[in-house]
């Protein structure tokens, strides 16, 4: 697709403000959890965007550790730059990188981590190539991707919320990247544990949910696009805040743990 969402400095805050949401801070509880990472441990995380979840695995690797994080995007270098370090945790270094050329030497890292980024990805093959050079042979590999076919978003007008999120998707290279994501793991030649899903679910309107922070990304990007004018989008998300108790929001992201084999 050409559209693809470009994170510049305003875009980048808002996907910093969605992931700064409980709903988000838990998903990176669980994926930190299944992780599991040890003390020492070298850690890339390839689309590191605002450095939240690199920073929170620089302190569970701690300062034996090493944490590496890369993005095409200055904006997201620069908010993750910025980004606090807590004492006894590993170093952090940011470099600008692409998933499909990451700027560090064969056998670099015990753990690759990308959380909410192959889905932008034109060309997945290359990317876990590039994920599996950089790991050591029995290193692990975490993916996480939405499905947005797994969406419920309750409206008073349902074909305009499907007529919307049709227009949204377009912001993906492949928003259904999960379903097909474990064969085209195994064909990278990595070994794969049951994929986990993790829900997000928001139930009643309250603007500092995943959500509620969604709503003016979503409004910010389909602006312009296919027809939609700013009437329209903000028609759309009024319906949505004034529902009430009768909001309700679903959407899955899968989890894919895999290992490079020894
Ligand atoms: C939705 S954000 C996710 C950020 C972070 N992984 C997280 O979960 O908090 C997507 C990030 O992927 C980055 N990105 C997009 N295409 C990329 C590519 N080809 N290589 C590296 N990063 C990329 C974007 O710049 C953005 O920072």
Same mark, same amino acid.
Request: glycine content about 8%; charged content about 20%.
């Given at each position: 697709?050409?559209?693809?969402?470009? $994170?510049?400095?305003?875009?980048?805050?808002?996907?910093?403000?969605?992931?700064?949401?409980?709903?988000?801070?838990?998903?990176?509880?669980?994926?930190?959890?299944?992780?599991?990472?040890?003390?020492?441990?070298?850690?890339?995380?390839?689309?590191?965007?605002?450095?939240?979840?690199?920073?929170?695995?620089?302190?569970?690797?701690?300062?034996?550790?090493?944490?590496?994080?890369?993005?095409?995007?200055?904006?997201?270098?620069?908010?993750?730059?910025?980004?606090?370090?807590?004492?006894?945790?590993?170093?952090?270094?940011?470099?600008?990188?692409?998933?499909?050329?990451?700027? $560090?030497?064969?056998?670099?890292?015990?753990?690759?981590?990308?959380?909410?980024?192959?889905?932008?990805?034109?060309?997945?093959?290359?990317?876990?190539?590039?994920?599996?050079?950089?790991?050591?042979?029995?290193?692990?590999?975490?993916?996480?991707?939405?499905?947005?076919?797994?969406?419920?978003?309750?409206?008073?007008?349902?074909?305009?919320?499907?007529?919307?999120?049709?227009?949204?998707?377009?912001?993906?290279?492949?928003?259904?990247?999960?379903?097909?994501?474990?064969?085209?793991?195994?064909?990278?030649?990595?070994?794969?544990?049951?994929?986990?899903?993790?829900?997000?679910?928001?139930?009643?309107?309250?603007?500092?949910?995943?959500?509620?922070?969604?709503?003016?990304?979503?409004?910010?990007?389909?602006?312009?696009?296919?027809?939609?004018?700013?009437?329209?989008?903000?028609?759309?998300?009024?319906?949505?805040?004034?529902?009430?108790?009768?909001?309700?929001?679903?959407?899955?992201?899968?989890?894919?743990?895999?290992?490079?084999?020894?």
């Amino acid at each position: 697709m050409t559209a693809m969402l470009e $994170y510049d400095d305003e875009a980048a805050r808002q996907v910093e403000a969605v992931y700064l949401t409980t709903d988000v801070v838990q998903q990176r509880q669980e994926v930190l959890r299944l992780l599991a990472l040890t003390p020492g441990e070298a850690v890339l995380d390839i689309g590191s965007g605002p450095g939240l979840l690199t920073t929170e695995m620089a302190q569970a690797v701690g300062p034996t550790g090493q944490v590496c994080g890369i993005d095409v995007s200055d904006s997201m270098l620069t908010l993750a730059r910025n980004r606090a370090v807590p004492p006894d945790s590993a170093p952090v270094e940011y470099r600008h990188g692409g998933a499909d050329a990451v700027p $560090y030497p064969d056998v670099s890292f015990d753990v690759v981590v990308s959380t909410q980024v192959l889905e932008y990805l034109t060309d997945i093959p290359a990317a876990l190539a590039e994920a599996f050079r950089v790991l050591r042979p029995g290193g692990r590999l975490l993916v996480l991707d939405t499905d947005w076919d797994s969406i419920v978003w309750h409206s008073t007008d349902p074909d305009r919320m499907r007529r919307i999120l049709l227009t949204w998707q377009q912001h993906l290279a492949d928003p259904f990247l999960p379903r097909t994501l474990g064969r085209q793991l195994r064909q990278a030649g990595f070994h794969l544990a049951p994929p986990r899903v993790l829900p997000l679910l928001n139930v009643g309107y309250e603007p500092t949910t995943f959500s509620g922070r969604e709503i003016p990304v979503i409004a910010r990007f389909v602006t312009g696009r296919d027809g939609w004018t700013a009437a329209d989008v903000d028609s759309w998300g009024e319906d949505l805040r004034t529902l009430g108790p009768d909001y309700f929001f679903s959407l899955n992201r899968y989890v894919f743990r895999a290992t490079r084999p020894e």
